[in-house]
């Protein structure tokens, strides 16, 4: 899941809203419509999964996992106050409908599995080259005209998608915020930055070797954690639930790596729902997608498969883009290759 809505991260020059604080809360930080549409969230799973998980929270039933963003981390607590109301019995105060859930993240340095960088060489060495690629070039100079207009109108050096991306990101959550535009974003936002936003995204995944070494290891984490259920082998041998709270990046990354995202941008608190069903005795795999909160859940169908995937299936069309040993495939040849700086999350 992505977070929910937050404040800008950064901004570019000429923002009117430059020198603001973002209160109440900060900059890059979860807002108060955040914590609202990620609790609708919770809530919208507690129906769905009311029987399956049972009343009792228990950190052997469900897990959940952030990256190391103070905002992945908030939309986690968050999610989990209305996913995990305490029973009668797990309530230690009668004026308050909640109860602590247990929260994991690994630090951005040594993340593998959510918001992937420093922790392989190589997924960072072949994102860098996609810059210099001649796909690239032609895109930008297809939209050279737009890029001057947007530098004009910034502040800011516009010669990328990744450029594009960071306007529209800031925009999209001021307006998310209520704060009011400057005139000339009428002209450009949403409709003009969306397409180079999206393309943005998909270049983190713009390869076969990008595919397997930034979508990868979560698929293979599901898919794992899927056949250890099937088989009996799972433990907890109570879990029934994992969480993943995470980025735009992330949900873009997964999506494409199974051959289903759409080409948009994911929207805040947007969802991948993989689930997991025994039909007698036989395990399939079904996974579905809700863009927002308000948008209901949809079916996503993986190519070369139907609705309902049998697992073993679903495990061999996903193994192109399962790293078989990640830590050997994130190696370099180069001894001296340094990484660069990990773009924002």
Not at 35 to 42: A, R
Not at 216 to 226: D, E, H, L, S, T
Request: net charge neutral; glycine share 6%; aromatic share 8%.
């Amino acid at each position: 899941m992505r977070h929910g809505e937050r404040a800008p991260v950064d901004t570019y020059p000429k923002d009117p809203n430059i020198n603001g604080t973002m209160e109440p809360n900060g900059w890059g930080q979860l807002t108060n419509k955040g914590k609202e549409n990620i609790s609708k969230q919770g809530a919208n799973l507690r129906q769905r999964y009311n029987k399956f998980l049972g009343d009792t929270y228990s950190p052997d039933v469900y897990w959940l996992q952030t990256s190391s963003a103070d905002r992945t981390k908030m939309t986690g607590s968050t999610l989990s106050s209305t996913l995990w109301p305490p029973s009668d019995k797990q309530r230690f105060n009668w004026q308050l409908n909640w109860q602590p859930v247990v929260s994991n993240y690994w630090t951005r340095q040594n993340d593998n599995l959510l918001i992937i960088w420093n922790a392989c060489p190589k997924l960072t060495q072949e994102r860098m080259k996609l810059e210099t690629s001649d796909d690239l070039k032609i895109k930008n100079e297809e939209n050279k005209k737009l890029y001057s207009e947007l530098t004009k109108l910034t502040g800011k050096n516009i010669s990328s998608p990744a450029d594009v991306g960071d306007v529209y990101g800031t925009l999209k959550s001021e307006d998310a915020m209520g704060i009011e535009l400057p005139e000339w974003t009428k002209n450009y936002y949403p409709d003009k930055l969306t397409g180079l936003s999206a393309d943005s995204l998909e270049m983190n995944v713009g390869n076969d070797i990008l595919k397997r070494l930034a979508g990868g290891p979560f698929i293979k984490k599901a898919v794992v954690k899927m056949q250890a259920k099937a088989s009996g082998n799972l433990k907890p041998e109570k879990r029934k639930m994992f969480a993943y709270i995470a980025h735009d990046s992330t949900i873009v990354n997964v999506l494409v790596a199974m051959g289903v995202w759409d080409g948009q941008v994911p929207d805040f608190s947007a969802m991948i729902i993989i689930e997991l069903h025994e039909v007698n005795g036989n395990w399939n795999v079904q996974v579905f997608e809700r863009k927002s909160v308000d948008k209901p859940i949809k079916s996503l169908i993986i190519p070369g498969c139907e609705r309902e995937c049998p697992l073993n299936k679903f495990a061999e069309l996903m193994k192109p883009v399962m790293p078989d040993n990640y830590s050997a495939e994130c190696k370099v040849s180069d001894p001296h290759y340094d990484i660069p700086a990990a773009p924002p999350a």
